[in-house]
């Protein structure tokens, strides 16, 4: 999906308290597993809350694309009839995943244990981002690289295995879309394909596989990691999947309803799988008041209703191995962490460099025309709290859904207003996010 080369900038400034309930779109990243297994499986899927956002748009057009048949029925309803494991139809033109490493990256693992040929593509800032991490486990389960950009950056085409080969794989960094595209790979090989991390990633794809029908176990691996042992060749078949509110998109609201004062927030339905709330952990030990009810759960995902009312924070250190439980949140933390009283330290951020932008650079760099003290320090992030933010700055969002509201959710508190260059790139991943917030009461123009 391309956007329009003019810039949609938009404007927000310090708003009274911010008071109601909502429920944010479904989560991203089941959102893109339960098109790609619904079009690996045999017989109908019914997904109901799914995100409509751009990143899993063009992978349900990519699911197309390969054969399955993808229909909308209603509001965030949609039905898959798959084509079954290894089935893929060679597609007619270059997938293009828009902005999405999700989409790209785990689609990348699916064509790889199917012998067809396919281009995968995308916007500037995912042409920029890494593929090697990708293409070397599914280079040793039988896929090549036929042609690519340096450094396998997009375009490129894979050619899928015509035998692939199970692998046991350890990856490098802490990264859910490495472990996914090597487990999808794997469901076309014969015998166990395993993954071993160091650091456990989200666990979506193995809880979603279980439910589809795959035989896929997971055990501890040392102090914080996981062994996943995948049997291949499962005959999936379709199922129900219902989508719960993203913690990632969430975490705008929650945060800007404590800094904005008198605020009193309900968010409904927000997945609460331990290896996505990271942020509600380190948040409650700023002194945040998140308080949680209706906790229930749905195919091993669990969700709660969230409370969140306004509250004075304090600076915190966050420990390097909470990172892959919270990878996306560090803008809008760094924003919190910005209204606190006393120094936010935020360790370990290596992987943030790879995102839609280098969100290391672009988060100092957001708080830093905004009047905020901010130091990039190796991969650390390290932010002086002041209680109050300056605010006054037009921020760059590079391409990047998060740093554009990140820095829309600093708006609604600072001294002076805060601008966005533009907010085309929202539209990936939280298309109402600005109706949503003026719905609570922020004052964006
Ligand atoms: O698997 C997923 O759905 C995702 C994994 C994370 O990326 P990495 O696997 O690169 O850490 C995250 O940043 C991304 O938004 C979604
Ligand atoms: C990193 C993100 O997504 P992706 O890797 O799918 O582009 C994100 O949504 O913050």
């Known amino acids: 999906m391309t956007h329009s080369d003019k810039p949609t900038p938009l404007r927000s400034r310090a708003s009274g308290p911010l008071t109601g309930k909502v429920r944010v779109p479904g989560d991203k990243s089941i959102s893109h597993r339960a098109l790609i297994l619904g079009a690996l499986a045999v017989g109908e899927t019914r997904i109901t809350g799914l995100l409509e956002g751009e990143d899993v748009l063009n992978t349900a057009k990519s699911m197309q694309a390969l054969g399955a048949t993808v229909e909308r029925t209603g509001d965030f309803a949609w039905k898959v009839n798959g084509v079954g494991v290894g089935g893929f139809a060679e597609p007619k033109a270059a997938l293009d995943f828009g902005n999405s490493g999700t989409g790209c990256r785990l689609v990348m693992g699916a064509v790889a244990g199917c012998p067809i040929s396919a281009v995968f593509d995308g916007d500037a800032s995912l042409r920029s981002r890494p593929m090697r991490r990708i293409l070397d486990p599914l280079e040793k389960m039988g896929a090549k690289v036929v042609s690519g950009g340096e450094g396998g950056r997009l375009p490129l085409t894979v ?59 997971s055990v501890q691996e040392g102090r914080h990691g996981r062994r996943i042992t995948l049997v291949g060749q499962p005959e999936l078949h379709g199922a129900n999947v219902v989508v719960p509110a993203d913690p990632s998109s969430a975490a705008f609201p929650i945060v800007a309803a404590l800094i904005v004062e008198g605020s009193d927030v309900v968010l409904s339905d927000v997945m609460t799988n331990p290896l996505r709330t990271g942020l509600f952990t380190t948040l409650r030990e700023m002194g945040a008041s998140i308080e949680e009810s209706e906790v229930r759960g749905d195919a091993g995902e669990p969700m709660a209703q969230l409370r969140v009312r306004a509250s004075k924070l304090r600076g915190v250190e966050v420990p390097p191995e909470r990172a892959p439980s919270m990878i996306d949140e560090y803008l809008v933390l760094a924003v919190a962490a910005s209204f606190a009283e006393g120094t936010t330290i935020m360790r370990g951020l290596q992987e943030l460099r790879v995102k839609e932008s280098d969100r290391l650079e672009a988060t100092a760099d957001m708080l830093r025309v905004n009047g905020v003290k901010v130091t990039v320090s190796g991969d650390d992030l390290i932010v002086e709290g002041r209680g109050h933010v300056p605010g006054g700055g037009t921020v760059a969002t590079h391409m990047d859904h998060r740093i554009a509201m990140s820095a829309l959710v600093m708006g609604c508190a600072s001294d002076q207003p805060v601008t966005v260059d533009d907010t085309a790139f929202i539209a990936t991943s939280f298309p109402d996010f600005i109706p949503m917030m003026r719905s609570l009461g922020a004052e964006f123009s």
């Open 159 to 217: 050619q899928g295995a015509r035998d692939p080969l199970p692998i046991t794989y350890k990856t490098p960094v802490a990264s859910a879309q490495i472990k996914s595209a090597v487990l999808l790979a794997g469901l076309a090989a014969p015998g166990t394909t395993t993954v071993i991390e160091s650091e456990a990633s989200r666990d979506h794809t193995e809880l979603m596989l279980k439910h589809f029908g795959a035989d896929i176990t």
